[in-house]
């Protein structure tokens, strides 16, 4: 077990999250902005959306039973981190819908395989020292932030159609970072084993995965439309920038003091404000676009609405999978709650974005988080295995 914290690869492993999500911080703003640009209409930039995240239900489940079953986790991310560089190189020579669909499929298959796996790879380098995570992804934030302010800057001057050419570079990047970085290993004491479908059956378990499936709905339209939503009030790329990142800033905030949250808080507190703040952030989105004051106020509560109820997540998975489907459950996670909840919120925010208006989008968002703090303060967190995550 590492114990000692030099065993730690602490800077590999930030390493990759700063790449990853610096690819991220390319990817989520500005692709819609881009998808815009060569003529897609709201419908088909929500269907477009969907197969992106769409995958998520299939590949990291795939990816993380190979990866439990041979134990080689980081030559999984290293194959699918340089497969997700050169199939996205091909979004320079599509030209229609049937092309930019079927790229989308092949890249995001690859892509969506690499951040479940690392998630368990930091872990087991982590060992019992998992409450050091939050100070290892918040690098993730910062890799968001540089290139979210670079791109909005930029953008003002430089056409959008150099887009794809940053993200490949970044995507390379992540790609390299993951060649330097060493494989970790489960270290299991267990003496039985605990099957996979006799976990995910618990109620407190598929309770989890609903409220996670209704928490990445609610942020699909912004995911998806919030920079579109931002043009049409006519904010500029830098403004828009400056908002996407802000909120990336109160969730490194978040990381930062994560660790001392985790010694007076539990994770079912923890997610509870999350989910309640996160249905007023919708509203605020929805019905204050027309003041700048609201909408910073909102992107404050990113700290809580993704970076608070990830984090929770995250240790959730893994007291509920335990080491042996680590890998399994990391994937079950990603691909419930990103994959089938994107999804399905790009659908009905793309279907819905010019027939109901982003108000009502928005709202509906809100309704969701309502509903997962129902069923949140219910059944998720009321057994004692959330307090094993606090650092004693």
């Not at 208006?357 to 309502?370: D, R, T």
């Amino acid at each position: 077990m590492n114990n000692n914290p030099m065993s730690v690869p602490y800077w590999r492993l930030s390493g990759f999250y700063f790449f990853y999500f610096a690819t991220v911080g390319g990817f989520l703003p500005y692709w819609s902005l881009y998808l815009k640009d060569a003529r897609f209409n709201p419908i088909e930039i929500g269907q477009l959306s969907a197969l992106l995240v769409g995958t998520r239900i299939i590949a990291p489940n795939l990816w993380g039973w190979i990866a439990d079953r041979t134990g080689k986790s980081l030559r999984i991310i290293r194959i699918a981190s340089f497969f997700a560089a050169l199939l996205f190189s091909g979004f320079l020579f599509a030209h229609n819908f049937f092309w930019f669909a079927w790229i989308t499929i092949a890249f995001s298959f690859f892509w969506n395989a690499v951040l479940p796996q690392f998630e368990a790879v930091t872990l087991f380098h982590l060992s019992n020292e998992t409450h050091r995570y939050s100070r290892i992804r918040l690098w993730g934030s910062v890799g968001f932030i540089v290139t979210v302010l670079g791109i909005g800057w930029s953008l003002d001057s430089q056409p959008i159609g150099l887009l794809p050419i940053v993200i490949i570079a970044l995507l390379i990047l992540n790609w390299w970072i993951t060649l330097i970085t060493p494989e970790a290993h489960a270290i299991s004491h267990e003496s039985t084993s605990i099957g996979m479908m006799k976990i995910i059956k618990k109620p407190e378990v598929l309770a989890f995965f609903v409220v996670n499936i209704l928490i990445q709905i609610s942020h699909a339209p912004y995911y998806v439309f919030y920079s579109i939503y931002l043009k049409h009030y006519h904010y500029s790329a830098a403004i828009t920038g400056l908002l996407w990142a802000l909120g990336v800033l109160a969730e490194i905030v978040l990381f930062i003091y994560m660790n001392r949250l985790l010694k007076s808080c539990t994770l079912r507190a923890i997610l509870l404000f999350s989910l309640f703040l996160a249905t007023g952030r919708w509203l605020l989105i929805g019905w204050g676009a027309d003041y700048l004051g609201l909408l910073i106020l909102a992107q404050l509560f990113h700290a809580a609405t993704f970076g608070g109820s990830h984090v929770v997540a995250i240790h959730l998975v893994h007291l509920y999978f335990g080491r042996q489907h680590q890998g399994k459950g990391q994937a079950l996670y990603s691909s419930l709650s990103y994959g089938l909840g994107g999804m399905l919120g790009s659908l009905y925010s793309g279907n819905y974005w010019e027939v109901s208006g982003p108000k009502i989008v928005y709202s509906m968002a809100a309704l969701c988080c309502g509903i997962a703090f129902v069923i949140a303060s219910i059944w998720v967190g009321r057994e004692n295995a959330q307090n094993k995550t606090a650092p004693g």
